[in-house]
């Protein structure tokens, strides 16, 4: 799997202690804007995770400037398009702008659930993960129920 | 600036109560502090609404509030606002491709 990432996304991470587990995967890219990565140098706690983790850093060739969003969002955008990933962000606003432009974007609670569908995990792990999101109030309970009957069927 | 308010007698009673409990005399001091959290707590709410209605991102939520990206979602998960604002989906193209299962997904650049 190949996404763009943002800040929001590697926040919650760090925040459940998931960096690692996540972001760790031999056969995963991760990649980010630098505008993205000065954020990330800006959290020390997720500086200090840079120091073992990954996220390489490429630029934008070409910018975007869609309306409503800021310019860090603008170049999570533009540096998807340019990639023909997907996103990873828990930003909603930035989610529905990506959806106009037909880029997918996953926020960490559908990853899980992409990682259960490609067997990284089985599906007690699947579902306590979404428990713990939904706990961190990272996770609404509409999201948390269509995310289980997807995860079932 | 001085600016002169009107209260009932009742919340004067609950003021002075309030600076009992706290042990200070400054009435004026703790309307002011009463006051700065009110409005600080309106302010968080108003945008974690904007967010919630789709209308600013985090991003911008944080700058509105004068705080980093991690505190912007400190607030919303105090306020209890889950990140996706209580709503699903807000990618349909992501939620399809979780309803077609990762066979055929193509998140690989090789697909």
Not at chain 1, 47 to 63: D, F, H, Q, Y
Not at chain 2, 33 to 50: D, F, I, N, T
Request: aromatic share 6%; net charge positive.
């Amino acid at each position: 799997m190949q996404f763009v990432v943002d800040t929001s996304c590697l926040i919650l991470l760090q925040k459940l202690n998931w960096l690692d587990e996540f972001l760790c995967h031999a056969e995963d890219i991760f990649i980010c804007p630098p505008r993205v990565m000065q954020e990330v140098k800006n959290d020390k706690k997720l500086l200090k995770w840079l120091k073992i983790g990954t996220v390489a850093v490429i630029a934008v060739n070409k910018s975007m400037s869609i309306t409503g969003i800021s310019e860090t969002d603008n170049e999570v955008v533009a540096l998807a398009t340019e990639k023909n990933w997907s996103i990873l962000s828990e930003d909603l606003l930035l989610r529905q702008k990506a959806e106009k432009l037909a880029i997918p974007a996953f926020n960490l609670a559908e990853l899980i659930v992409l990682y259960y569908q490609y067997a990284r995990i089985d599906q007690d792990a699947c579902i306590n993960r979404l428990n713990a999101l939904f706990a961190k109030a990272a996770l609404s309970k509409t999201a948390y129920r269509e995310l289980v009957e997807i995860i079932k069927s | 600036m001085k600016i002169t308010l009107s209260l009932s007698d009742q919340l004067v009673t609950e003021l002075d109560e309030l600076l009992s409990f706290n042990g200070h005399d400054d009435r004026n001091r703790l309307i002011q502090k009463l006051l700065r959290e009110s409005v600080a707590g309106q302010k968080q709410r108003h945008v974690a609404q904007l967010y919630c209605d789709g209308k600013k991102t985090l991003r911008q939520c944080a700058e509105i509030l004068g705080v980093d990206l991690r505190k912007m979602m400190d607030i919303l998960r105090r306020l209890n606002i889950p990140l996706d604002g209580g709503r699903f989906p807000h990618n349909k193209l992501a939620l399809k491709l979780l309803r077609q299962g990762a066979k055929t997904q193509s998140l690989h650049s090789s697909d």
